[in-house]
């Protein structure tokens, strides 16, 4: 899901970031945010609504609408369009406005 070849742009190595996604170990790269690694992974689905689970993802992308809303290290309504991803990260699917899978 990343672009590794470009005619006029390089793009130097970087370090891998490991993270949890619903609990599956997955790798970002540094100065990724945690939307940004989730779509390199392939993960699309960020968050849904509360009553019929309608799936949310990127949609501003700027950390204005929300529709990115995620629970990160326990803490719901994190937009993870603009929060960098960081080593150790457990990041969740949230529903609705912090109402959580399983809550
Ligand atoms: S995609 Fe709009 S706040 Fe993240």
Do not use: W
């Not at 939307?35 to 992308?61: D, M, Q, T, W």
């Not at 990160?72 to 899978?101: F, S, W, Y």
């Amino acid at each position: 899901m990343r672009i590794r070849k470009h005619p006029i742009l390089s793009f130097p190595e970087k370090d891998s970031v490991p993270f949890y996604y619903n609990g599956k170990k997955l790798y970002g790269i540094e100065g990724d945010t945690i939307a940004s690694a989730l779509h390199a992974n392939g993960v699309k689905k960020l968050s849904e609504s509360i009553n019929l689970k309608r799936p949310r993802g990127f949609y501003c992308a700027i950390g204005n609408c929300a529709s990115c809303d995620m629970e990160v290290d326990g803490k719901t309504n994190v937009r993870t369009c603009i929060t960098p991803l960081k080593a150790g990260m457990e990041v969740k699917t949230q529903r609705g406005k912090g109402r959580l899978h399983g809550n």
